[in-house]
């Protein structure tokens, strides 16, 4: 996981590859869960991708309500293998505009703010050929 925060702190996203199946894991796995193996090495994946899934909450964590909804997605990056992927925020968009399949790019905190975490991506965002002018 080392590898995968130390990335993140670099602005980038690193994911581990399994030589024996050619997959591609991110979030980062030491062992394949299709070959039951160790994986071998880094690679770094893009920071674009898609939404597979998404939810709009008008509660925050702490259960209070809020006056601006929160959007929440699974997205699935450009180059893991099919399927990988880990829940995220998204922003710069209204939730009526949120659909799945939508292409995303992540949005990074200032080089000198970042600490190693996956909070070091702010959210995600459309992307430019795909947002519109309302949204």
Not at 65 to 77: C, D, F, K, Q, Y
Not at 106 to 131: H, L, M, N, Q
Request: aromatic share 8%; proline share 5%; glycine share 10%.
């Amino acid at each position: 996981m080392g590898g995968f925060l130390g990335g993140l702190r670099e602005g980038k996203i690193y994911g581990r590859e399994c030589k024996e199946c050619s997959r591609i894991l991110v979030p980062p796995r030491v062992f394949c869960e299709e070959c039951f193996r160790p994986t071998d090495r880094w690679v770094q994946v893009a920071d674009t991708g898609k939404v597979v899934t998404y939810s709009v909450s008008y509660v925050d964590t702490d259960a209070t309500r809020l006056e601006e909804p929160v959007i929440v997605a699974v997205v699935e990056l450009d180059g893991p293998s099919r399927n990988m992927g880990f829940m995220h925020r998204l922003g710069e968009v209204d939730p009526e505009h949120v659909n799945i399949g939508m292409k995303i790019q992540a949005v990074w905190k200032d080089e000198t703010s970042r600490e190693g975490a996956i909070t070091d991506i702010v959210y995600f965002r459309p992307r430019r050929e795909e947002r519109s002018e309302d949204g």
